[in-house]
């Protein structure tokens, strides 16, 4: 089974930028890959996938400031996040999935992002 491990997180000013990476074990060029995130106290949320073939998708909130983007060759999907806000602070998840809405049980271990002055 593959797994998944995130990476690139941590402490950001306001308005700063982070790239998340997510490398999976084995190959992911046929899946869709999504990120999801959880605030304190907040249910868990996509925010953004990409498909097998490029497509992406990216909750409102994040649209126009976070791109996701994948590497097939290196297994890993990216997810950077620009002009970052205070609401942006979550634990962020990798996601394996199928499609923009299908999605397998197989998560990351998640990574904190805190957007803070």
């Known amino acids: 089974q593959v797994q998944l491990v995130e990476s690139g997180g941590g402490l950001v000013q306001p308005g700063g930028s982070l790239r998340l990476s997510c490398a999976a074990s084995?190959?992911?060029?046929?899946?869709?890959m999504g990120w999801f995130r959880q605030a304190p106290g907040k249910q868990r949320e996509l925010v953004a996938s990409i498909t097998s073939g490029g497509s992406t998708k990216y909750a409102d909130s994040v649209k126009g400031r976070f791109t996701i983007s994948r590497d097939n060759a290196k297994s890993t999907v990216y997810l950077q996040m620009d002009s970052l806000k205070p609401e942006d602070t979550a634990v962020y998840y990798c996601r394996l999935g199928f499609a923009h809405t299908m999605w397998s049980d197989t998560w990351g271990q998640g990574i904190q992002v805190t957007v803070s002055s």
């Open positions: 084995g190959r992911i060029n046929f899946n869709a």
